[in-house]
């Protein structure tokens, strides 16, 4: 069975600070890990995905994430805040090469300060 | 491309009343999900279809739900009869065999049930 825990359910910092939002999955597979984003009444988008190769993915928005394994940990980061970046973030997992079910956390939502 | 289309928007009705949720998927992707996605228990998988077949509807919640996919551009999920905790958004999302899982999601239906 997979789970993912987001640590935080708010995350509030200042604009132009760094933005770091925790996961840590469990999968009894080779996981493949998702962040997405979703702004007010409106569906999830996907910022980045790690599936396999390069455990440092890159996403949109200046967005980036590392898999750890040994932690089993998909930290979401970004350097710099910006205003717009205010919104609530999920971080998924499925169960790899062949699944499709896929397993969201509860979601911490991002607040940015002037 | 459109996009996944979902239809209505926005649904009021009132307990015991039959409610049916559409869904359009994006075209040539072979896989559709519906979720429920509430303050209380966040996002959830109620069923996923692939090739219009059902693959997993453990997560639908009482024999109240239904989904049917009659063919690749179309699936329905209704509930009958509906109750006040049925309340929530209801999200369809679609992805193709070749994207990893990553799935593309509707803007949503807000379903009130009074």
């Known amino acids: 069975a997979q789970s993912v825990t987001q640590l935080g359910s708010h995350v509030s910092v200042s604009e132009g600070a760094l933005v770091l939002l925790r996961c840590n999955y469990s999968?009894?597979?080779?996981?493949?890990l998702f962040w997405y984003v979703q702004y007010p009444n409106q569906g999830l988008q996907l910022l980045l995905k790690?599936?396999?190769?390069?455990?440092l993915v890159k996403g949109i928005n200046g967005f980036e994430a590392e898999f750890k394994k040994s932690e089993t940990s998909f930290h979401l980061t970004k350097p710099s805040a910006h205003m717009s970046d205010a919104a609530e973030y999920f971080c998924a997992v499925s169960e790899g090469a062949g699944g499709f079910k896929t397993i969201f956390g509860a979601g911490t939502r991002l607040f940015v300060k002037a | 491309d459109a996009g996944v289309i979902q239809s209505p928007r926005h649904e009021v009705t009132e307990m015991g009343q039959e409610v049916t949720l559409r869904c359009k998927p994006i075209?040539?992707?072979?896989?559709l999900f519906w979720y429920r996605q509430t303050m209380m228990r966040g996002l959830e998988l109620l069923i996923y279809?692939?090739?219009?077949?059902?693959?997993?509807d453990s997560g639908m919640p009482e024999d109240r739900f239904s989904a049917k996919m009659p063919n690749a551009s179309f699936s329905t999920l209704k509930i009958q009869p509906s109750e006040p905790r049925d309340s929530a958004v209801y999200f369809c999302?679609?992805?193709?065999?070749?994207?990893?899982?990553?799935?593309?999601f509707g803007p949503g239906t807000r379903l009130t049930v009074l």
């Open positions: 790690y599936t396999t190769g390069a455990t």
């Open positions: 999302a679609s992805t193709p065999r070749t994207r990893n899982n990553e799935q593309f």
């Open positions: 075209s040539g992707h072979d896989y």
């Open positions: 279809f692939n090739n219009n077949v059902p693959i997993d």
């Open positions: 999968s009894s597979v080779p996981p493949y």
